[in-house]
């Protein structure tokens, strides 16, 4: 019996017990396990090994394999066996994780049979490289980058209007369509580069727990804050980061609700957007907690429209367009059953989503971008800055 086919009884072990880990071991032996859909992806070690590549590791595979699969699940393991064996062979060898970019293992590892009478496609020399991740000789006849600033606001919210909780996801992402090895540099208003350059009157936002993409000299950034890369070509996400702040509830919410026994429960919803009057948050999505045996509902609304949704017993008032310093009013009435419902329900909270372009609550900036080429072209960089909701939650009475 191999040593993999102790992992599953062990777990099944663990399950019944109630006594789950990540970390599972057999003797000397082991198992390093994450689950996607209905599949389990395992790393075993006999040594101590770093448990954190492991798992970056195991999560970027299963990246590679939804970039080939579009899904990945038990169907398409089956059905794509022979790539998945070569793709196992490429991104690690002897233990040690090597090419993990699935643009560079596309381009010699393909989903299209190979006729005998070709030679297996060579693996780009990129794959040696000491940079991986980009492929030399590309051109493109319009050189640009194009920068989104995302950043997602979760907060909660007591049903007394207290903050709770709050705080800001952030993230760079790039689109990148430049011509050879150009090297990039990005300038963000960092409170930190500030202080070391004197500019600390300036206005300047701390990250925390700022994750780069492979690409970064992360001894350059330690140095001196300067962000340094040579960029993959296309999509991908340049650094993540997290602001822990107080922020003022961007789209704030009143809510009265009124049940009586065994005839009616009705909701009064006043949303107020709390941000600049030159910014508007769009595709606003309320999402109103009712009881599960809540009927017959009548809306009112003073904007947009409201939809009863009983599958997820709530009520989704939506909104196209919400400008800065608005007040909008929303009235539902529901019938409640003559016979109360034995089992008593919690009380969710209410739930927004939105997005606000041409804004970032934390002030984050890209102050420049420098394209440095050794054939000297000009590139042109283009920004956006983008708002939204994360886990947004208002609690209720």
């Not at 038990?74 to 793709?87: A, K």
């Not at 948050?281 to 809306?299: G, L, M, Q, R, W």
Request: aromatic letters at 10%; charged letters at 25%; a neutral charge.
């Amino acid at each position: 019996m191999s040593e993999i086919e102790h992992f599953i009884p062990i777990l099944t072990q663990r399950e019944d017990e109630g006594d789950i880990s990540p970390l599972l071991s057999h003797g000397k032996v082991h198992f390093l396990w994450i689950k996607h859909s209905n599949l389990y992806l395992v790393a075993m070690t006999k040594k101590n090994a770093n448990v954190s590549l492991v798992y970056a590791f195991l999560y970027k595979l299963v990246q590679v394999f939804t970039e080939y699969f579009k899904e990945l699940e038990e169907e398409s393991i089956r059905d794509n066996f022979v790539i998945v064996y070569e793709l196992l062979d490429e991104v690690m060898d002897f233990g040690f994780p090597q090419t993990t970019d699935s643009k560079i293992l596309q381009e010699y590892i393909t989903q299209q049979s190979q006729k005998l009478e070709l030679a297996a496609p060579r693996p780009p020399a990129t794959v040696t490289n000491a940079v991986s991740w980009r492929s030399e000789g590309i051109k493109y006849k319009k050189n640009e980058v194009f920068i989104d600033v995302i950043e997602g606001v979760n907060v909660l919210v007591s049903a007394n209007g207290n903050v709770l909780q709050s705080e800001i996801v952030g993230s760079v992402k790039l689109r990148v369509f430049l011509s050879g090895m150009p090297e990039l540099r990005l300038g963000l208003n960092d409170k930190v580069l500030f202080e070391l350059t004197g500019r600390s009157k300036n206005k300047s936002v701390e990250l925390e727990d700022v994750k780069f993409h492979q690409c970064v000299r992360l001894s350059r950034f330690d140095n001196d804050r300067t962000i340094s890369f040579i960029p993959p070509d296309g999509d991908f996400e340049l650094m993540s980061y997290r602001l822990n702040i107080h922020v003022k509830p961007l789209i704030w919410i009143e809510s009265v609700i009124e049940k009586f026994s065994h005839s009616r429960v009705e909701y009064m919803i006043k949303a107020k957007s709390q941000f600049k009057k030159q910014s508007v948050a769009n595709n606003v999505e309320i999402i109103i907690p009712v009881p599960s045996d809540a009927d017959t509902p009548k809306f009112k609304t003073s904007v947009g429209s409201a939809k009863w949704v009983p599958e997820n017993n709530t009520v989704v008032w939506t909104i196209k367009s919400l400008p800065g310093g608005k007040e909008y009013l929303m009235r539902a009435h529901f019938g409640l059953p003559s016979v109360e419902n034995e089992t008593t329900e919690g009380k969710p909270p209410i739930t927004i989503k939105f997005e606000i372009p041409y804004f970032t609550v934390s002030g984050v900036q890209v102050r420049y971008m420098k394209i440095i080429e050794k054939s000297g072209y000009q590139a042109l960089p283009w920004v956006r800055y983008i708002t939204q909701s994360g886990d947004y939650q208002l609690r209720t009475h």
